[in-house]
């Protein structure tokens, strides 16, 4: 099983990036992916998920209506839409799966991707 992180970058406050998850070795939709952020000298925290087999999404709140989680099944890659990004928004982001039924949560996470930087600044 492997994920690819891609997709981070500079931006403005305000500005938009969409961040790509590439799934490769799944056998079957019985998991949640999802992106963690962590900055600098912080612990890394749960962003957005969605549950493979009935695209249930969760978003952490000091996110909600800024991004969007969505999957492509011909790309076997899921996405993150972030818009209106803010400067506390800048972290190195990671894709992650968990078996379902698990938590959303680091110590439960069962395949770890690569990160992604994002930075938000003028």
């Known amino acids: 099983v492997q994920l690819q992180a891609s997709g981070g970058g500079l931006v403005h406050p305000g500005g938009s990036l969409r961040l790509s998850c590439e799934m490769s070795?799944?056998?079957?939709?019985?998991?949640?992916v999802g992106w963690f952020r962590q900055a600098p000298e912080k612990e890394r925290e749960a962003v957005s998920c969605?549950?493979?087999?009935?695209?249930?999404?969760w978003y952490r709140d000091s996110v909600k209506e800024r991004f969007t989680i969505f999957r492509d099944k011909a790309k076997n890659t899921v996405y993150l839409g972030m818009s209106g990004l803010k400067p506390e928004d800048t972290a190195v982001y990671y894709c992650?799966?968990?078996?379902?039924?698990?938590?959303?949560?680091?110590?439960?996470?069962?395949?770890w991707g690569t990160g992604t930087l994002v930075t938000v600044s003028s």
């Open positions: 992650a799966a968990v078996r379902s039924g698990r938590y959303f949560a680091p110590k439960y996470i069962d395949y």
């Open positions: 070795g799944f056998g079957s939709d019985d998991y949640a």
């Open positions: 969605m549950t493979l087999y009935d695209g249930s999404t």
